[in-house]
């Protein structure tokens, strides 16, 4: 684990996948808390297994950031595998730059939306990336999450089922550095 970075009053902790064992519950319980006790959908079932997915990707990171010893928020993702990029199917020329990193989940605790966590954690997320370009899914039926990644510089470049029982997503790319 790399030392604490304070930004905004924050306290965001970047992790690797050598710290998922330590981690990953707390991944688990942000991403419950934010999607509400009222929703009871696969996804929220299903989402351990995606912690491991990700956590177990070589180049994972991951962004934490706690109030004290309380947990606020997560962001993590991974490099895509350079070649096989799957968002190239929904460009009709792939920029010249294309090394992409896969941002997977953002979750903020529903007590601490709307005071910068998200764009703090974000930021922390993508500071010094090699990648070039950032990739991210957002449910369509979610249009103010994506409000707020086009702010950033995403832009979306088509639509996405990934799984027979998921939800149609956005496909947004950005530009690293983000704006």
């Known amino acids: ?20 064992a330590e981690i990953r ?11 509400g006790p009222d929703r009871d959908d696969d996804f929220k079932k299903k989402f351990p297994w995606f912690v491991d997915h990700w956590g177990g990707k070589e180049g994972y990171a991951c962004v934490i950031a706690y109030n004290g010893a309380e947990p606020m928020g ?3 993702g991974a490099p895509s595998d350079e070649g096989r990029e799957w968002w190239r199917e929904y460009v009709d020329e792939v920029p010249e730059k294309h090394r992409t990193f896969a941002f997977s989940e953002l979750a903020v605790h529903p007590s601490k939306r ?10 922390a997320l993508f500071e010094d990336r090699p990648e070039d370009l950032a990739v ?4 369509v039926t979610h249009p103010r999450v994506q409000s707020l990644y086009e702010d950033w510089g995403f832009k979306k ?5 990934p799984f027979p029982d998921s ?6 790319l950005a530009e690293l550095p983000l704006r």
Do not use: N, W
């Open 167 to 172: 939800p149609v997503y956005a496909v947004m």
């Open 1 to 20: 684990m790399e030392s604490p970075v304070t930004a905004a009053g924050l306290d965001i902790r970047h992790f690797g996948t050598e710290d998922l």
């Open 114 to 123: 709307k005071q910068g966590v998200s764009d703090a954690l974000t930021r």
């Open 157 to 161: 470049i088509g639509e996405r089922r």
């Open 25 to 35: 519950q707390t991944i688990i319980d942000l991403h419950a808390a934010a999607a």
């Open 74 to 76: 997560f962001a993590y």
């Open 136 to 139: 991210l899914l957002v449910d």
